[in-house]
């Protein structure tokens, strides 16, 4: 059993000692290491965020598709900071509000996936437009509050890019995603 020891000095020299079991705490760091190399091996884009939406947690695959420098500032990645460089919006070129974003969607207890995931274009910090699949679900805690939420973010800039080229080609048949 894992354990941990601490000990203070009594006034009158003896020595109180303390044993704690550590067991969960190493258990706990396990599942999170392991969660972390499971998020690292994706290749969609993982965004962890705490319920006021600023994010705790990228994989490598966000960093790369929106072009994150390996040692970019973390206050980019704060909400408002985010809600800028984004700027994210519809298909149809529209900004969209910040209450639409996926994060503010999934922590007000939506869960986007399936024919609820999203399409939007945003720009990455380099300045280029992509199109992003959104699918997310928020976080829970053991009574079944939201604690932040979960967001997986797939480049469908190909894919939109040949439905576009056939639409303009008079084909009715779009290519599957």
């Known amino acids: 059993m894992p354990i941990e020891l601490s000990a203070t000095l009594l006034s009158t020299a003896h020595l109180l000692g303390f044993v704690h079991d550590i067991s969960a705490r190493i258990q706990a760091e396990a599942r999170a290491s392991e969660l972390e190399a499971i998020f690292e091996a994706m290749t969609e884009g993982v965004v962890v965020f ?4 600023e994010v705790r947690y990228t994989n490598a695959a966000y960093r790369s598709l929106m072009a ?4 970019f500032d973390p206050s980019l990645l704060q909400l408002d900071q985010r809600f800028e460089w984004l700027a994210v919006r519809d298909l149809a070129g529209r900004t969209l509000p910040r209450e639409q974003l996926a994060s503010q969607q ?3 207890g939506d ?3 399936g024919t609820h ?3 939007f274009i945003c720009r990455t910090r380099k300045g280029t437009d992509i199109i992003v699949n959104i699918s997310g679900t928020p976080v829970r805690d053991a009574v079944g509050q939201i604690v932040g939420g979960v967001t997986v ?3 469908v800039n190909r894919q939109r890019s040949l439905n576009f080229q056939h639409a303009r080609r008079g084909r009715s048949t779009p290519v599957a995603e």
Do not use: N, P
Request: aromatic letters at 0%; proline letters at 0%.
């Open 106 to 108: 999934v922590l007000r």
């Open 50 to 53: 705490d319920a006021r939406g």
């Open 153 to 155: 973010l797939r480049d």
């Open 117 to 119: 995931a999203m399409d």
């Open 68 to 71: 994150l420098e390996a040692d």
């Open 111 to 113: 869960r986007l996936s």
